[in-house]
């Protein structure tokens, strides 16, 4: 039963919980007219206290697709937060108008909090360098369509492992099924952090490490390209050195099997250069429009609207 209830992580949701929401999805993208007035009446509120583009907007585009409506801010200057008003207050106040608050904030933990003094469930839509799990939903509906499902999979992470929360929360979901296995392709200074091996050691799940790209792309099914966290970053000097670590190219292509796909959570910057967009590999624009739709059934969910 997911009406309701809270996605902080993705662990939040059961294995058959995150089935029953890809299903939805994949019903939706075959007949999306059958959904189109589930949520009317329902009212979400996306409350971004950081920037975004893909997932404040296919939130509310999804909301919209069900025939339901959409309220928020899109940048917290224009919210009594620069006031100094305290976020518990804000989400007090805000989930006794709407029915679902997706919000994305830039402090570890801040969705947790706020689902706590919600009177409505909360989506965490990215809270600093923590978790994302709406992305990982978009993640493994596009892994499900593309690669058949979530058992068996080498899945290659590379770029800024440290700052990249898609990258902790996909490991985090991939971790619970069989025979997954994890390459994580990182300069030493954006290494993935320890919380994250210690987990993967605690429940057996084999992983490597690499610097080089080329050495191992020739062994992934799937490969997770990441941007450099800018805004994450302490020191300029130390974005600037880092920032051109990985840059995918055709060259660096010809090297990966044929089976392959390539995922981003997108924005890119410079890490898959635009000359690999046309690879039937690169999966990346395929990706978001899965967002949308598996948006549409988490929606649908937790409004208990299906
Ligand atoms: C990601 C994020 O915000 O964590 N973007 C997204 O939501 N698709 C990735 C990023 O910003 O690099």
């Known amino acids: 039963m997911l009406k309701g209830r809270h996605l902080i992580k993705p662990s939040d949701f059961s294995v058959s919980e995150i089935d029953e929401i890809c ?3 994949e019903q939706i993208i075959v007949d999306p007219t059958s959904f189109q007035d589930v949520c009317r009446g329902k009212i979400l509120a996306t409350l971004f206290f950081e920037p975004s583009t893909r997932t404040r907007l296919s939130f509310e585009a999804a909301m919209l697709h069900l025939g339901g409506a ?3 801010f899109s940048d917290a200057a ?3 937060t620069s006031k100094g008003e305290s976020l518990a207050d804000t989400i007090r106040t805000v989930s006794s108008y709407v029915d679902v608050i997706a919000m994305r904030n830039p402090k570890e933990g801040a969705a947790l909090v706020a689902s706590r003094y919600a009177e409505c469930p909360v989506i965490n839509a990215g809270d600093g360098g923590h978790f994302h799990p709406t992305q990982t939903l978009t993640d493994m509906l596009t892994i499900r369509a593309l690669k058949g499902g979530f058992e068996g999979h080498t899945i290659g992470f590379c770029g800024d492992l440290k700052f990249g929360r898609t990258v902790h929360s996909l ?11 994890f390459i994580f392709i990182s300069p030493k200074e954006l290494a993935v952090p320890e919380y994250i091996t210690e987990y993967l050691d605690s429940v057996g799940v084999p992983y490597t490490t690499a610097e080089r790209l080329e050495s191992v792309i020739g062994d992934v099914d799937i490969l997770y390209m990441t941007r450099v966290q800018k805004e994450r970053f302490f020191n300029e000097q130390d974005y600037i050195r880092l920032k051109d670590s990985y840059i ?3 060259q660096k292509m010809t090297l990966a099997a044929k089976n392959m796909i390539v995922l981003h959570p997108l924005p890119r910057v410079n890490e898959i250069s635009p000359e ?3 690879d039937p590999r690169a999966a990346y624009f395929k990706q978001v429009k899965y967002g949308m739709y598996v948006r549409m059934a988490l ?4 409004v208990g609207a299906l």
């Open 171 to 181: 490991t985090e979901a991939m971790s619970r099924y069989k025979n997954n296995k």
């Open 70 to 72: 959409v309220e928020g």
């Open 276 to 278: 690999v967009d046309d």
């Open 248 to 250: 995918l190219d055709r």
């Open 299 to 302: 929606i649908a969910k937790l």
């Open 23 to 25: 299903s939805l999805a």
């Open 78 to 80: 224009n919210s009594s």
